[in-house]
């Protein structure tokens, strides 16, 4: 069982910058793969990036490449995702979620994958 909680959100202005982290209890956390989602709006919740269990591997949606980076810490149990250049259209809950499935490629990864999901946490960007 592992528990996650996020923090990091904000209101920030188009073009900023915001970091978001995600701390996760117990002490299998590297044998999970973890993700990024978000939900903006009236939308459906949607993938943002994930990463594999060692950092080794790494799959962002179009959107965010170039602008946000995934990482983890396996050793203080952390996932972070470092948001650059934020655009209005970034606006969402963001979600941390992590998968004790192993896929050789890490672009099988799914949210139904996902089988333990933080609360998230509002990330708002403004024009």
């Known amino acids: 069982q592992v528990q996650l909680v996020e923090s990091g959100g904000g209101l920030v202005q188009a073009g900023g910058s915001l970091r978001l982290s995600c701390a996760a209890s117990?002490?299998?956390?590297?044998?999970?793969?973890m993700g990024w989602f978000r939900q903006a709006p009236g939308q459906e919740r949607s993938f943002v990036a994930t990463?594999?269990?060692?950092?080794?591997?790494?799959h962002y949606t179009n959107s965010v490449k170039g602008r946000f980076t995934i990482s983890r810490d396996n050793a203080k149990n952390t996932v972070d995702l470092q948001m650059n250049s934020l655009k209005p259209e970034d606006t969402a809950v963001y979600y941390c979620?992590?998968?004790?499935?192993?896929?050789?490629?890490?672009?099988?990864?799914?949210?139904?994958?996902?089988?333990?999901w933080g609360k998230g946490t509002l990330v708002t960007v403004s024009s």
């Open positions: 979620a992590g998968s004790p499935k192993y896929y050789s490629n890490i672009y099988y990864y799914a949210q139904s994958d996902m089988d333990y």
């Open positions: 117990g002490r299998t956390f590297s044998s999970y793969t």
């Open positions: 990463i594999s269990r060692t950092g080794a591997r790494i």
